[in-house]
């Protein structure tokens, strides 16, 4: 009898071009491949996946390598690299979810006790029953703040139906389910420690009628929302939607959410970085913020630089001014160094 993830994986070869296209949307199809540049859905011609063939066994569908890395696997593994599945539950999970299967129910002695609530635990459990962003919700929400090329953003997910507990003195009853966008809160090593949560409307896709509408869980002190891999520079600040216009800005510029003023002075930045952009909403808290850091890291190495947006912050620049003088305000706050990488110009 073949074991639960040799049954997923032969089912999910059946339909090896629908998985292409939705983990794998930045590639496209030639001949009897689909092409695309790794498992994290970059652009590019080194991974190639097998779209037809039998469901196992040599020249099986859905069989893939990246020349570059010499990695290969199935379909079970090329959704595990792609979300950063850490476990095989959460991966057999994801591919029920995607073939439209019911999840399976362990065994009583293998069920997982309830994690306690808003623990870095019960985050991970959250994280793990999310899905990708591309055609929800959760992407024409944004969509609506001038946020586009969000669908190969790992850190994003979906919920359709999260749970949301109120906190007022009176409430009682169970908590009600809300669509919501989730948002993965990493430390440096990108180990999960949090997930933040903004409640949709489904009926307007913006935010939920609820007070408050958006929660963090977990651990929050000193981890962010990254996007991006930094190198020598990284650009941090409070809010999602502030630093996801500040990355739509600037394409080559890894970016981190703190997601509050509070938790944007404690952050903790990568020990090799070279220079910290700091995002500073035009309020008392952004620039507090932005003295604790310089504070901080006032005996080190490490060059902070302010960036400041025109307006209140930088998704109110995006909206209301647009990318294109977002970009030639912004130009005159980076090094020289850094405007041929993030602005895509030479410097004079």
Not at 36 to 60: E, I, M
Not at 152 to 162: D, G, K, M
Not at 257 to 277: E, K, M
Not at 294 to 300: K, Q
Request: charged share 20%; proline share 7%.
């Amino acid at each position: 009898m073949d074991s639960p993830a040799a049954d997923l994986s032969q089912k999910l070869s059946r339909e090896a071009e629908a998985v292409c296209r939705q983990y794998l949307f930045n590639g496209r199809k030639h001949g009897q491949y689909w092409i695309v540049g790794d498992v994290d859905n970059t652009p590019g011609r080194s991974l190639y996946v097998r779209l037809t063939g039998p469901t196992r066994g040599k020249g099986a569908a859905g069989k893939w390598t990246d020349a570059a890395t010499g990695e290969h696997g199935d379909l079970l593994d090329l959704i595990a690299a792609n979300l950063n599945l850490s476990t095989l539950r959460d991966t057999l999970d994801e591919a029920r979810r995607f073939l439209s299967l019911p999840r399976a129910e362990p065994p009583a002695t293998q069920r997982q006790e309830p994690a306690p609530q808003g623990s870095p635990e019960a985050a991970r459990r959250l994280w793990a029953m999310g899905q990708p962003i591309s055609g929800t919700l959760a992407e024409r929400y944004l969509s609506t703040r001038g946020l586009t090329q969000l669908r190969s953003v790992s850190a994003l997910r979906f919920h359709p139906n999260c749970f949301y507990w109120r906190e007022s003195a009176g409430a009682d009853g169970p908590p009600k389910a809300w669509p919501a966008l989730l948002a993965k809160i990493t430390n440096t090593a990108g180990t999960l420690t949090g997930v933040h949560r903004t409640w949709l409307d489904p009926q307007t896709a913006e935010k939920a009628p609820l007070d408050p509408n958006r929660k963090a869980m977990g651990n929050l002190l000193g981890y962010a929302v990254r996007i991006g891999l930094p190198t020598d520079i990284l650009a941090v600040g409070e809010g999602l939607k502030t630093m996801l216009s500040l990355r739509l800005a600037l394409a080559g510029l890894p970016i981190a959410a703190a997601l509050s003023g509070n938790h944007l002075a404690a952050f903790d930045p990568p020990t090799d970085l070279c220079r910290l952009y700091v995002a500073i909403d035009n309020d008392e808290a952004g620039q507090t913020a932005f003295d604790a850091l310089m504070y901080r890291f006032a005996d080190s190495e490490l060059n902070l630089l302010p960036l400041r947006p025109m307006l209140d912050d930088f998704n109110g620049d995006l909206r209301q001014r647009g990318v294109e003088e977002m970009r030639n305000h912004l130009r005159l706050q980076l090094l020289p160094v850094d405007i041929p990488t993030l602005l895509g110009v030479e410097t004079d």
